[in-house]
């Protein structure tokens, strides 16, 4: 291992030392987060005086597989093991490019979960998820064993991944952390609806009404989506249904103040499943749009994602930064932005906790429109919904 449990906690190898590493029998075993957890643990043993053994090295945060550094020869020699392996590898893998033109080279990068262009884009890469590599390898397993064409079977699995998560150790951090910080502030006090319903003969606008809190996704703004979509799905004199909100962002995300206040995970997820936002839009193909601005993080870009077509202003940004929580995605956003963007973009979009703008989200079909003051533009020819550069 070249470079492993280095300055950016990575095991970095060619696709030779690759090769040769995996034919280890416990090679799963030193690539797992699963370790880290154990080191964690022994070292809070430790310090409350209980007897316990720490591993003298801990497993890297990600597998790096240098393509750049590696002979053609070995690639087109390994090809065939690497692509059937790095699938089912029990850590987040991430590729630097080689030869584009190389078949090979771009096989082996497709198997990857993320492919970075160089070694100086590894670095903010891996801090998104330095302190979460438990809910990021849950994040990356998601996206690769996610269902091409089945909504509700993606959006099961991702709530029940949710749901596990919520009861481990890295949400726990960060929610305590985040309940001493909150004792601090001033609780703020609203009324009135969260989500505000506008009919206009065929039309109906759904708008997300929490413009003090910036439209964060409370349990009540769920509900009343829901039933909203609801509505749209059962009358069909509702041929257009736009979705938008209002103030100074379209959406923040979860409503961090609620985030923790459900005691029972499992309930959590029946609940989540039966009162479903993602699932509903999807059901509503053909008739659903999405009009954004401001902030659209967390459940603010995975909902739209489900629409038929999105409309952002050039202030508009898109963020996912839920795996920095100690968690994954929670509205869908597993399924409906690989849909878009493909698997590999959403892995980087959500293990980096890094914000995209307006122009990149069109680039790459996130969003299907960039409003120019009162003008919208079409997505430019080709633009519209593609995975280019994509290994998968």
């Not at 316990?52 to 087109?76: F, M």
């Not at 891996?126 to 809910?135: E, K, N, R, V």
């Not at 998560?165 to 951090?173: M, N, W, Y």
């Not at 009343?224 to 257009?240: K, T």
Request: glycine share 12%; aromatic share 4%; proline share 7%.
């Amino acid at each position: 291992m070249s470079g492993g449990g280095g300055s950016m906690g990575h095991g970095r190898f060619t696709v030779a030392e690759l090769g040769r590493f995996l034919v280890a029998p416990d090679a799963g075993e030193r690539l797992s987060p699963a370790g880290r957890g154990a080191a964690a643990e022994g070292r809070e043993h430790a310090r409350s005086g209980r007897v316990a053994r720490e591993p003298a090295d801990g497993p890297p945060q990600a597998l790096v597989l240098d393509l750049a550094a590696s002979t053609a020869a070995d690639v087109e020699h390994w090809q065939g093991v690497l692509a059937k392996e790095l699938p089912l590898l029990p850590c987040v893998t991430i590729a630097i490019e080689g030869d584009p033109e190389d078949p090979p080279a771009r096989k082996l990068a497709g198997a990857c979960d993320v492919v970075v262009p160089d070694a100086v884009a590894l670095e903010p890469l891996l801090s998104g998820f330095a302190q979460t590599p438990i809910a990021a390898l849950a994040f990356v397993q998601l996206l690769r064993s996610a269902p091409r064409h089945d909504v509700y079977a993606g959006l099961v699995a991702e709530s029940f991944v949710y749901s596990t998560l919520q009861a481990g150790r890295e949400f726990g951090h960060w929610l305590e952390s985040r309940r001493k910080r909150a004792r601090r502030a001033r609780p703020q006090t609203e009324e009135g609806p969260a989500c505000r319903l506008d009919r206009d003969r065929d039309r109906l606008e759904i708008v997300l009404a929490r413009p003090a809190k910036h439209n964060a996704f409370s349990r009540a703004m769920r509900d009343e989506l829901a039933q909203a979509l609801q509505l749209a799905l059962a009358d069909p004199s509702i041929a257009r249904i736009v979705l938008s909100g209002e103030g100074g962002s379209f959406c923040s995300g979860g409503d961090l103040d609620e985030f923790g206040s459900f005691p029972d995970p499992a309930e959590a997820h029946a609940i989540r499943t039966t009162r479903s936002p993602a699932l509903l839009v999807s059901r509503l193909a053909g008739r659903i749009r999405a009009e954004v601005h401001g902030a659209c993080i967390g459940a603010g870009v995975e909902l739209p994602a489900f629409t038929d077509h999105v409309v952002a202003t050039e202030d508009a940004f898109f963020q996912l930064p839920e795996i920095g929580l100690g968690l994954v995605p929670g509205a869908g956003g597993t399924v409906s932005l690989p849909r878009r963007i493909g698997r590999q973009r959403t892995a980087w979009l959500g293990l980096s906790g890094a914000r995209i703008d307006a122009r990149t989200a069109l680039e790459w079909g996130l969003v299907d429109e960039v409003r120019l003051g009162q003008h919208c533009g079409p997505a430019p020819t080709g633009r519209r919904r593609t995975n280019k550069g994509e290994g998968a």
